[in-house]
Every structure is written in structure tokens, then in C-alpha cells.
């Protein structure tokens, strides 16, 4: 049986191995991006939830202060906020 060798095959393997090695690692940096956007994704939903509670309780704080009587002896102690 003959072999017919062709000029530059062993090239083209070595590009083929060269492109299927760096397809791999792209896949594998996706994949830890994916996973850090995750993580950051669960620390920002959280951060917010906190952020959200913490301004409820602020405007809850700001509007019973606003509620309070005026002192005693002054011909407005009966007003409150309208707001």
C-alpha cells in the first residue's frame, strides 16, 4: 500500500489542536464569568433588599416625627402634618 504524504497537513493538525484548546478555555472563562455574574447578581439582590428595608424604616421614622404635637402652651398643639 502506498502513502501519499501532503505538504503541510501536520500544519493544519497543529491549527486544529491550537483552535480546539483555546475553544476550551474559552467555554471554561465563560463558564467562570457566568458563575462571578451569579454571585454578583445574589449580592446585589440582597444589598437592595437591605437598602429598601432600611429607606422604609427612614420614611416610617421621618413621618411619625412629623406627627409629633407641638409643645405644650402653644395655640397650635392640636395641628399635625396634613402630609
Do not use: C, V
Amino acid at each position: 500500500m502506498e502513502h501519499i504524504y501532503l505538504a503541510g497537513t501536520e500544519q493544519i493538525q497543529q491549527a486544529a489542536q491550537l483552535m480546539q484548546d483555546a475553544a476550551q478555555l474559552n467555554a471554561q472563562t465563560m463558564s467562570q464569568f457566568n458563575a462571578i455574574l451569579l454571585a454578583h447578581q445574589s449580592f446585589m439582590d440582597d444589598w437592595l433588599e437591605r437598602l429598601d428595608d432600611t429607606l422604609r424604616d427612614r420614611a416610617a421614622n421621618f413621618q411619625n416625627s412629623l406627627d409629633i404635637p407641638a409643645p405644650a402652651g402653644d395655640n397650635k398643639s392640636d395641628f399635625k402634618n396634613p402630609a
